[in-house]
Nanobody, 124 residues
Framework: QVQLTESGGGLVQPGGSLTLSCAAS????????MGWFRQAPGKERELVAT????????YYGDAVKGRFRISGERSENTVTLQMNNLKPEDTATYYC?????????????????WGQGTQVTVSS
């Protein structure tokens, strides 16, 4: 069972930046993809960004394209989410997740391991 530990959430003003990090308890690059989802109160969980280890392709949710950037460090079993120009609608709990095998990476259904989540609040 892979353990995922998220860090870096907090309170930030609109237009500000935050960096989230996720560390896996074992070699995450043995799996297909690792990324971030988020869920706001009363809303469904949605993709933020994910990276496939074999090709290092990155995918982003429409709401964050051009503002967020995901990167991965194989040797450290980590992924980092750099979030810029944050908006109040980015307020949510952000979850790190791993998908073990090849498949559709944009949907949370195929992800096998999840972190506990870290809260991001964007407010003035």
């Amino acid at each position: 069972q892979v353990q995922l530990t998220e860090s870096g959430g907090g309170l930030v003003q609109p237009g500000g930046s935050l960096t989230l990090s996720c560390a896996a308890s074992e070699r995450s690059s043995r799996y297909y993809a690792m990324g971030w989802f988020r869920q706001a109160p009363g809303k469904e969980r949605e993709l933020v960004a994910t990276i496939t280890w074999s090709s290092e392709n990155t995918y982003y949710g429409d709401a964050v394209k051009g503002r967020f950037r995901i990167s991965g460090e194989r040797s450290e079993n980590t992924v980092t989410l750099q979030m810029n120009n944050l908006k109040p609608e980015d307020t949510a709990t952000y979850y790190c997740a791993i998908r073990k095998s090849y498949g559709f990476v944009l949907d949370d259904v195929g992800y096998n391991y999840w972190g506990q989540g870290t809260q991001v609040t964007v407010s003035s």
